[in-house]
């Protein structure tokens, strides 16, 4: 028996294991041979599906397989979209979003009714209809501009916020023109679709966020995590779709909703892409591919003339509204053209909007043919549309995303000098591995890829069992920062003494911050607190941080930061703060500053160029910090800025911090920062370099003691 009477090959294929493997080949091949040529891959799935789908050669039907998988994948594109925005960027573009929203929807909306109605000569009803399907959008083309790690950029924040906008009021426009084709549009419907679209938001944007963190606090297995995120998808689109409005609307929402719950720099956030970008979204293309038909434009001209209004209406309208935002905002011409790539996609909204006004039939003929509310032409017009904006988009969003990826290379990078950034990890406790790794990832620059570092000093006579022990715990280590697709090199060093042994790699290596855990049962013993003054801390060009983790980093809200009075005197407090920042700015967590007035003076003149969350206290002594410190409440963590004798922000009262913490902080997270205190060496080595972070608080600083 050969493969040929084994496999029924009679098209379209309904063998499930031949279907999956011409689909993965498909998604394996598009990017290898287009970007040789500089197409987008995201255009080859989309032409690929069009010539495998049943309008094509019929290679593979567009069934249910298909259909499921693809609006799993439409479903991620929205979900990435809400989970990956920049929510201290968002609530500055709060009202750039609300005005390029309005641009998008407003433009497009009049051009393409005025065709309809004046060109096309449709009723009105249909008219509106036909005018909302180009007032929305798809980010198609975010998974490309979020891979040129532009995703923060403000242009990107506004034009995801007004799809946001402009396709809630899209749909809201379909669901308005449906209930009027059935004749129940009155107070009792707009009543029940406003309170039930109220009712969806609160309970994703409130109650979606408690339940991740109670789920991300109790359970550590990767693969349920995981599976919880895809459940909040589907739950969100659900919840739409019982109040009357799209489920990309839902998947979106549950992307805000877990927005802090995973960090940009965690391993579940690289999970969720992976998945999504390797499978998912590949298959929704090609879904949307297979419902081209290139022969429906043979048919009629009326279908060219209806699909040339749709074609001038969407990417004009979309054009004029781009242009009319950069123009309001005063954004570069790049920026302009970024929002208009994105934005001149349609698919999702658009597609579901067709189909819906497809299916709906007004009356019928004397000879039987149904009349629709929208016909087969605008039905093969919109497929051109799909097709012709989804390739604009590609291409003009990549050009764009380019240029603006590489000014922002150019105005990070001058000279050769680079900002030395080396974390080193001293692992010594399994419990506390993937916590110091998870903290190491989170504070580091985006920029550096190989400056994380792991090491275990072997002490006890050199034995089989502690050398084992040295590489699982490495080896943990390892794991931990793979699956953040970050790289941790790891270091096993022999030693008689664990304090020199990681006190000579600090030296080796040019080690900027050292991390070191408090373990759980141990706490703050009188042999750690030893080690620490007088062993870690003798070193003077390194920033060290004792960390303590009773929940998950993804999980805490808030930050209460403490700094001493004079702390901004001590040579490494500006490096050491850009570590809080990046807390704050990886988590979305917000940060909380008490100090004096002077110190918060200073951080006010800084935050202006740090899209975090903050807020200022004045704390007028040492004393009143602790008994903050000491009344933390659930999902709250502290940053303690310390110091060593000698220094000037040092404290007498800071001897008692270690029992403080024992005693009131034994189950919250916290976070000791002993700021470097520069050395001759230390100064030759921290020569501030490139890193933009370094120049704006330099010159923030410079202005301030100017």
């Known amino acids: 028996m050969n493969l040929l009477s ?46 495998i789908g049943p309008n094509g050669f019929n290679v593979l039907a567009r069934d249910s397989s298909i259909v499921v998988t693809g609006t799993t994948g439409l479903l991620y594109i929205m979900f990435l979209a809400g989970l990956e925005i920049d929510m201290g960027d968002f609530k500055k573009n709060k009202w750039k979003s609300l005005t390029f929203g309005i641009y998008t929807f407003t433009v497009p909306f009049v051009l393409g009714y005025f065709g309809a109605y004046y060109i096309l000569h449709f009723s009105v009803l249909t008219s509106v209809l036909f005018a909302s399907l180009f007032s929305s959008h ?48 009155g107070t009792e419907f707009w009543v029940k679709l406003s309170v039930s679209f109220v009712i969806f938001g609160l309970i994703v944007l409130l109650v979606f966020p408690i339940i991740g963190r109670w789920f991300f606090k109790k359970v550590d297995d990767k693969i349920s995590q995981y599976i919880f995120v895809l459940v909040m998808i589907y739950l969100a689109a659900l919840l739409a779709e019982l109040a009357g409005v799209e489920a990309i609307i839902g998947a979106f929402f549950a992307g805000l909703a877990l927005n802090r719950l995973i960090p940009h720099t965690s391993s579940l956030m690289n999970r969720v892409e992976f998945v999504g970008n390797a499978i998912f979204i590949p298959f929704f293309l090609i879904s949307v591919g297979m419902l081209i038909d290139f022969k429906a434009f043979f048919k009629s001209w009326e279908t060219l003339e209806v699909a040339g209004i749709m074609l001038v209406a969407s990417i004009g309208g979309k054009y004029l509204s781009a242009v009319a935002t950069q123009k309001t905002f005063r954004l570069t011409k790049e ?38 509310l929208l016909n087969e032409h605008v ?65 580091k620059a985006h920029s550096n890829t190989e400056d994380l570092y792991a090491l275990n000093i072997i002490n006890e006579d050199k034995n089989e069992s502690s050398v084992k022990n040295a590489e699982k715990l490495l080896h943990t280590a390892t794991d931990a920062a ?82 001493p009075e004079k702390a901004h005197l001590e040579a490494g407090f500006f490096h050491a703060l850009l570590r809080v920042w990046n807390i704050a700015r990886n988590s979305g967590a917000t940060l909380v500053f008490y100090a004096s007035e002077k110190i918060l003076d200073i951080l006010q003149k800084i935050i202006k160029k740090a899209n975090i969350e903050a807020e200022f206290i004045i704390m007028n002594a040492w004393k009143d910090g602790e008994e903050t410190a000491s009344q933390l409440k659930d999902d709250e963590a502290l940053i303690l800025f310390m110091a060593k004798r000698g220094m000037p922000s040092y404290i007498p009262r800071m001897r008692l911090i270690p029992e403080l913490l024992n005693r009131s902080l034994a189950d919250k997270n916290y976070l000791l920062i002993f700021p470097y205190s520069e050395s001759e060496s230390s100064a030759e080595k921290r020569s501030v370099g490139n890193h933009d972070d370094f120049m704006e608080i330099g010159n923030v600083i410079k202005k301030i003691f100017k």
Do not use: W
Not at 146 to 154: D, T
Not at 345 to 369: K, R
């Open 6 to 51: 084994i496999h029924n090959l009679s098209l379209p294929i309904e063998d499930p294991v031949l279907k999956f493997l011409l689909v993965l080949i498909i998604i394996l091949a598009a990017p290898l041979l287009l970007n040789k040529i500089k197409v987008p891959h995201l255009l080859g799935l989309i032409i690929a599906g069009a010539i």
């Open 138 to 185: 798809t980010l198609i083309a975010y998974p490309l501009v979020s891979k040129l790690g532009i995703a923060k950029n403000s242009a990107v924040n506004i034009t995801v916020g007004g799809t946001m906008i402009t396709d809630i009021l899209a749909l809201l426009v379909l669901a308005v023109i449906v209930g009027m084709s059935q004749g129940d549009v």
């Open 482 to 563: 793979a699956a953040a697709d970050v790289k941790i090199q790891s270091l096993k060093r022999y030693d008689n003494d664990v304090i020199n042994g990681v006190n000579n790699v600090i030296k080796e290596q040019k080690i900027t911050d050292l991390i070191i855990a408090v373990n759980d049962e141990k706490g703050f013993s009188p042999s750690f607190v030893y080690n620490l003054y007088n062993g870690y801390l003798q070193n003077e060009d390194v920033n060290v941080l004792v960390y303590h983790a009773a929940q998950p980093l993804s999980t805490i809200k808030r930050y209460a930061v403490m700094i």
């Open 379 to 443: 039905l093969n017009g919109s497929i051109l549309l799909i097709l012709i904006s989804c390739t604009i988009s590609s291409f003009v969003s990549m050009a764009s995303a380019q240029k603006i990826a590489e000014q922002d290379n150019e105005d990070t990078v001058s000279g050769n000098s680079h900002e030395e950034e080396n974390i080193l990890l001293a692992v010594n406790y399994e419990t506390t591995v993937e916590r110091m790794v998870n903290l190491g990832i989170l504070i």
């Open 335 to 372: 920026e302009g053209k970024l929002i208009f790539g994105l934005s001149s996609a349609s698919a999702a909204a658009t597609l579901a909007s067709v189909m819906v006004g497809y299916n709906i039939i007004l009356s019928e003929t004397e000879t039987g043919e149904p009349i629709r």
